[in-house]
């Protein structure tokens, strides 16, 4: 994470994490790019510019990609915006 006045930039990747280790029956995506902007716009709003780019790891039929991000960003910016509340 970068801070400067006014402005937070949070960098998110791929892990691997021992409690859920790769199986060779599924496939994994990754993520290399994940990137989270916050500049304050004013006391009381936040401007917000998040940059994403997601391999799933194998191929997906259209349709379910999109059905996947056209719920993605609302979900991430209300959870986003909760725990922005409370910290």
């Not at 280790?21 to 994994?28: C, I, M």
């Not at 194998?58 to 922005?84: C, D, E, V």
């Amino acid at each position: 994470m970068y801070e400067q006045k006014n402005k937070t930039i949070v960098k998110v990747s791929s892990i691997e994490y021992p409690d859920y280790p790769e199986k060779t029956d599924r496939v994994r995506g990754e993520l290399p790019t994940c990137v989270f902007t916050l500049e304050a716009a004013s006391e009381k709003e936040t401007h917000l510019d998040v940059m994403v780019q997601v391999d799933p790891g194998g191929s997906i039929p259209g349709f379910l990609k999109n059905m996947i991000q056209k719920g993605w960003a609302l979900k991430t910016m209300r959870a986003l915006n909760g725990y922005l509340k409370n910290h």
